[in-house]
């Protein structure tokens, strides 16, 4: 039984390094992009990027916390509108605007969160919609600050590496703060922090019975999620180099909404998967329609938004990322298959002290 046992934990170290080799794969990925892509095509990336870390904090707030926003683009502009300021107007590193637009967001976050905790369901989506529509027109007003309609425009990042173009350096700045805010939310959703907001998403009466301070963890999803699209915003105002009001719509908000549920609500990898289709998804449909109508490849994006919006919540409801999660350990299971034991029974996972 013992050596059925120890074969049984091989099993388990095999798919183990399944999931290692999986990573390292995936890293090497990420790491050649740039120099097998033109500049064009690595900005793109980064786009996608950005948009992942968006939707990364959207997740925190919707799939974890239970909460939902339909206006989270407002702090992707707060926080462009912050880096755009700090560089054009105060002459900062735009390295320091970067943290400065992350905490601009996280306070205003934990302001609207204090304000919208008493608000649940279509209560607290149509406050979140409101933040959203209001948030660029109010920016616009702002003329001495944010340059009204005509916008700020701020110098692009050069690269300070002989060895780097411009476009692979901020590719490479937005991937590591990328794996540095996916590391942190791994770390933090697997902590007592985590399990306080599943416990709150799950039924806020039976986490509060427990002891959870619901209000609490509740603002704090709040304002990590406005964060990460604090930051997320900043590195978007630094790729387009031109901050304005108009580069966030609401369109934008529902956009994110539709890639963290198409990406697999309530995963970190999904933000992967989200910021992919947000960024990829409407040039791809555009580009497939127009050779057929303009007319019809204008309205593709919303179109195939929607339909995939209603075909995750019908047949697949974890997303892309529970869909090819499910796909991948049945891959890693038929690869390597437990061993049964002479007597017809399941070998244990662990030597038996038997």
Not at 173 to 180: D, N, R, S, T
């Amino acid at each position: 039984m013992a050596r059925c046992g120890a074969r049984g934990g091989s099993h388990l170290r095999s798919a183990a390094r399944a999931d290692l080799l999986l990573l390292g794969g995936v890293a090497v990925v990420a790491l050649a992009l740039p120099f097998v892509s033109s500049g064009f095509q690595t900005l793109e990336v980064t786009y996608a990027l950005i948009f992942a870390m968006a939707i990364l904090g959207l997740n925190i707030l919707t799939g974890f916390s239970g909460q939902i926003s339909l206006g989270h683009g407002a702090f992707l502009a707060i926080g462009a509108f912050t880096t755009a300021i700090g560089v054009h107007n105060l002459r900062l590193p735009y390295v320091l605007t970067i943290p400065m637009a992350g905490l601009v967001c996280g306070l205003l976050g934990f302001a609207i969160g204090l304000a919208a905790g008493r608000l649940e369901g279509i209560y607290l989506g149509l406050a979140t919609f409101a933040l959203g529509v209001a948030t660029p027109d109010v920016l616009k007003k702002q003329t001495s600050l944010t340059g009204g309609v005509k916008g700020i425009s701020i110098p692009p990042v050069t690269s300070p590496f002989t060895f780097l173009t411009d476009d692979q350096f901020f590719y490479f700045l937005c991937l590591v703060i990328a794996g540095v805010l996916f590391l942190l939310a791994r770390n933090i959703l697997g902590d007592r922090t985590g399990r306080a907001w599943r416990a709150v998403r799950d039924g806020e009466l039976a986490a509060a019975a427990f002891g959870v301070n619901v209000g609490y963890y509740k603002t704090l999803a709040f304002a990590l999620s406005a964060a990460f699209a604090g930051i997320a915003g900043s590195l978007y105002g630094l790729a387009t180099a031109f901050v304005s009001t108009d580069a966030f719509p609401v369109q934008l908000s529902i956009a994110l909404l539709v890639g963290a549920v198409v990406g697999g609500i309530g995963t970190i990898v999904g933000a992967i998967f989200g910021g992919l289709l947000t960024e990829f998804l409407p040039i791809y449909a555009q580009q497939l329609l127009l050779p057929v109508n303009k007319d019809l490849a204008n309205a593709a994006p919303g179109a195939v938004q929607g339909v995939l919006l209603l075909v995750v919540l019908g047949v697949a409801r974890g997303g892309l990322a529970g869909v090819l999660g499910n796909g991948y350990r049945r891959l890693v299971a038929q690869g390597s298959r437990p061993i049964v034991a002479q007597d017809g029974a399941p070998a244990p996972a662990t030597p038996s002290p038997v």
